[in-house]
């Protein structure tokens, strides 16, 4: 009788009773295995991401000015308070913003025309995409001082290519209304090869039939391209756009290595800011304040992006 049960189970699918006990074992024991591989992972998210978010947090309520935990004392929400009189931090701001509002559409234009280029089908074309994204994999200092020669207003090649062309020479660093968009202009450079890839992507998506069929209707290669490829582009334009105002906003190492927030404070923007205070005046408590500050800044604009997403009614490419 036991073994027509057992029998029965093994029919039905299910285990049967004696086994049980062992296949919940060997659960366990596999569980345990998982989760020693996602131990390293972590730990290190554990100790190099929260507790350092949860210690800024901290810092922004006391006045640290020292290594020493015994003398930071409790300030309450005295840092925050002072940040609304603290008009160099805004002036950051400001510039975070406007180094922002002109990156995230320059570079998303250039980098999309890369990708329609890089997305013809002709020979050598992988090439192309290798030369394209290798600025992405080169190290921000390196590419700073190399641009900081290039754009030198002696002996640079940019303004030796102005001359040629018989336009002035530009002071690219060191003119307050140029410094900024020489930054941009860099950024962009360092930075397009990686939303190339993600535009890239998005055209290999697009059904040749819808091509195919506005072809037939009569429409260009433009109309083509404006009427049927950039809708069915939203979702990637989303992201870049998304992600391109959030990475805006941390902008930090061109601005260390090429400028240094000049000049007069020109390409001053609130990471570097933050730095400054922090590392440089050893405010711990009120860069951590900013710190916070910035990051409520980051999300509220995310926010907005995301109500004017679905307001347009394209909640379903989020």
């Known amino acids: 009788m036991s073994s027509a049960v057992q029998a029965g189970a093994?029919?039905?699918?299910?285990?049967?009773?004696?086994?049980?006990?062992?296949?919940?074992r060997r659960r366990r024991r596999s569980e345990r295995v998982g989760w020693l591989f996602i131990l390293p992972a972590t730990a290190h998210l554990l100790l190099f991401a929260l507790v350092p978010i949860g210690?800024?947090?901290y810092l922004s309520f006391h006045e640290w000015t020292s290594p020493s935990f015994l003398g930071a004392p409790f300030v309450g929400f005295?840092?925050?308070?002072?940040?609304?009189?603290?008009d160099p931090f805004w002036h950051a701001m400001w510039n975070t913003a406007y180094y922002t509002v002109l990156s995230v559409p320059i570079g998303m234009a250039v980098s999309l025309a890369l990708a329609v280029v890089v997305n013809q089908k002709l020979r050598g074309m992988n090439v192309f995409r290798a030369v394209f994204f290798m600025p992405v994999i080169t190290s921000w200092v390196a590419v700073s001082?190399?641009?900081?020669?290039?754009?030198?207003?002696?002996?640079?090649?940019?303004?030796?290519?102005?001359?040629?062309?018989?336009?002035?020479?530009?002071?690219?660093?060191?003119?307050?209304?140029?410094?900024?968009?020489?930054?941009?202009?860099?950024?962009?450079?360092?930075?397009?090869?990686?939303?190339?890839?993600?535009?890239?992507?998005?055209?290999?998506a697009v059904p040749r039939e819808l091509l195919e069929a506005a072809s037939i209707d009569g429409a260009g290669k433009?109309?083509?391209?404006r009427s049927v490829t950039l809708p069915l582009l939203a979702p990637t334009t989303i992201f870049l756009v998304i992600t391109g105002v959030i990475?805006?906003?941390?902008?930090?190492?061109?601005m260390y290595v090429i400028t240094e927030g000049g000049p007069l404070g020109s390409t001053d923007v609130a990471v570097y800011h933050i730095y400054q205070r922090a590392f440089e005046e050893f405010s711990m408590g009120y860069a951590s304040a900013q710190a916070w500050v910035l990051f409520a800044v980051i999300f509220v604009v995310?926010?907005?992006?995301?109500?004017f997403i679905r307001r347009r009614g394209?909640?379903?490419?989020?």
């Open 10 to 24: 093994v029919l039905e699918g299910r285990a049967p009773a004696g086994d049980r006990p062992a296949r919940r």
């Open 55 to 57: 210690f800024s947090l």
């Open 78 to 86: 005295d840092n925050y308070i002072s940040l609304f009189s603290d």
């Open 145 to 204: 001082v190399i641009w900081i020669t290039l754009l030198s207003p002696d002996a640079g090649l940019v303004n030796y290519l102005f001359d040629v062309l018989h336009l002035p020479a530009q002071n690219w660093l060191d003119d307050p209304h140029a410094a900024m968009f020489a930054i941009v202009l860099i950024n962009t450079w360092k930075t397009a090869g990686f939303s190339m890839v993600i535009w890239l992507a998005g055209l290999q």
């Open 222 to 225: 433009w109309r083509q391209f």
């Open 247 to 254: 990475g805006g906003f941390q902008v930090f190492t061109p």
């Open 302 to 307: 995310t926010l907005i992006q995301l109500w």
């Open 314 to 318: 394209e909640s379903n490419l989020i």
